[in-house]
């Protein structure tokens, strides 16, 4: 049976909520909210040091002194995505050994937020990961540096499996929508307000852990674009007006600057 999704209002960036939204080549714009949920799972289940994880936490650079706050999904293989609060998106591959980490980026911004001023930047990952916790200093060409201090949500820890995320979802804002629909096996199919569709699929990349590996094709306008990314699945808390309906985190991109960065509900 299909779970029934109620999209919610975007919210404002207060404490730990991260306020996102679509970028890439005038196919949307739009808001979804991103927020911390370490009140899921426990961390009991780690047994060593690594750098796989739903992560959640400010990154300090030179645009935004005071921190701005992130939202990053990172497998197993260190192969990950991360978004701010302003729409800015990183595609990570990490590599940690031990207790250190490092590995590369690339940046893409649509409002050229990144500290260097422009719509891209690349560069070097290096820092530190504990059973909970992720410190990074991303380094780009110019040795602009950006550091972020993020914290393991344990919401990594609940698991995945493909009959989990069947349904509908929906993702608004900001006049611009999506509509998802999927199947038992993980076949997505979907459709904007733009006109555009969508067809891929979900995988699970670890069924112990809750991330899934996403892949799409985006047609809009004849011209067919294609995504990688991951996803993370929140369950449904409280009840009523007091409660958070269920929600799946997407960040996903072409590797050539076109991003998405969604949350559906």
């Known amino acids: 049976m299909e779970k029934p999704r109620v999209v919610a209002p975007a919210i404002l960036i207060t404490g730990s ?5 679509c970028g890439g080549h ?73 207790a250190s980490l490092s590995g590369t980026y690339t940046a893409y911004s649509l409002n050229s937020q990144l500290p260097n001023g422009l719509a891209t930047s690349s560069g070097l990952v290096s820092g530190s990961v504990t059973p909970t916790a992720l410190n990074a200093t991303l ?4 040795q602009l540096t950006q550091t972020a201090t993020l914290t393991l949500d344990n919401t990594y820890y609940l698991g995945a499996s493909l009959p989990t995320i069947l349904g509908n979802w929906q993702y608004q804002s900001g006049g611009f929508s999506i ?46 674009t294609s995504f990688d ?24 991109d072409d590797g050539a600057g076109d991003y998405v960065i969604a949350d559906f509900q």
Do not use: W
Not at 17 to 21: A, C, P, R
Not at 76 to 95: H, I, K, M, P, W
């Open 17 to 21: 909520s991260l306020l996102v939204g």
């Open 26 to 98: 005038n196919y949307g714009g739009s808001c979804g909210s991103y927020g911390s949920y370490g009140s899921y799972g426990s961390c009991s289940a780690v047994s060593s040091v690594g750098a796989p994880g739903i992560y959640t936490g400010p990154i300090v650079n030179s645009t935004y002194p005071q921190g701005i706050q992130t939202v990053a999904l990172i497998s197993e293989t260190g192969d990950g995505r991360l978004a701010t609060a302003d729409g800015s998106f990183y595609r990570l591959s990490v590599n940690p050994v031990g």
């Open 139 to 142: 380094m780009d060409s110019t």
């Open 179 to 224: 509509t998802m629909t999927v199947a038992s096996d993980g076949v997505l199919t979907a459709s904007d307000s733009n006109g555009c569709t969508y067809s891929g699929n979900f995988s699970v990349v670890d069924p112990r852990y809750d991330l899934y590996a996403e892949h799409h094709v985006r047609t809009c306008a004849g011209t067919v």
């Open 229 to 252: 990314g991951f996803a993370a699945f929140f369950p449904a808390t409280g009840a009523g007006t007091a409660g958070t309906p269920s929600e799946l985190k997407l960040l996903t």
